[in-house]
């Protein structure tokens, strides 16, 4: 929780519940439930979801999320946060 605040991931993603409202990306109340990441990309899981998050351009080229500059510790972190949501 702390981690997707502090890399300010709420400035684009909405999560219920939270003071996350972000519209211009999807909302992530549900994403460890999705079968897929991106669109239908790629499928949904810890290592796809942690390569969508360090570099979005390498997994779909045009999307609009940036690339983030996370430590591993907060890299898995934010993970196991969004891994939760459901």
């Given at each position: 929780?702390?981690v ?13 519940g939270t ?17 897929t ?7 949904n ?23 983030t500059?996370l ?16």
């Amino acid at each position: 929780y702390e981690v997707f605040f502090e890399a300010g991931c709420e400035t684009c993603h909405a999560i219920d519940g939270t003071p996350a409202v972000g519209t211009a990306g999807p909302a992530l109340t549900d994403i460890s439930s999705r079968l897929t990441l991106g669109s239908g990309t790629i499928y949904n899981s810890r290592t796809n979801l942690a390569n969508w998050i360090v570099n979005p351009q390498a997994v779909k080229p045009g999307n609009l999320m940036p690339n983030t500059h996370l430590s591993p510790e907060d890299l898995e972190a934010l993970i196991d946060y969004l891994d939760r949501l459901r």
